[in-house]
Nanobody, 118 residues
Framework: VQLVESGGGSVQAGGSLRLSCAASGITFRFYAMDWYRQAPGKQRELVATITSGGITDYVDSVKGRFTISRDNAKNTVFLQMNILKPEDTAVYYC?????????????WGQGTQVTVSF
């Protein structure tokens, strides 16, 4: 199983980035997909989730700015991040776990750095 994130980078506040996470080795359509982030000195935080059926949920701090989506034909989950803020700076990780199970039982990508400057 492999999850490969891409799309991170450095942007100024107010800018946008689109993260991608390509999965292989799993039957993607059966998996819920999460995006987590971890800032220096902080615990890893669940940012957004999308179920195998396409239902989405977000942490309050990103609602209205971030959008999670998935393309089952391409085995890929996306995180569109708009109106980025310096506090969004973190390493972003994707997680794949079977629907109905916890992300702690799932698979992790290697992470991609997002840096938002003033």
């Amino acid at each position: 199983v492999q999850l490969v994130e891409s799309g991170g980078g450095s942007v100024q506040a107010g800018g946008s980035l689109r993260l991608s996470c390509a999965a292989s080795g799993i039957t993607f359509r059966f998996y819920a997909m999460d995006w987590y982030r971890q800032a220096p000195g902080k615990q890893r935080e669940l940012v957004a989730t999308i179920t195998s059926g396409g239902i989405t949920d977000y942490v309050d701090s990103v609602k209205g700015r971030f959008t999670i989506s998935r393309d089952n034909a391409k085995n890929t989950v996306f995180l569109q991040m708009n109106i980025l803020k310096p506090e969004d700076t973190a390493v972003y990780y994707c997680n794949a776990h079977l629907s109905g199970t916890s992300s702690s039982t799932g698979y992790w990508g290697q992470g991609t750095q997002v840096t938002v400057s003033f």
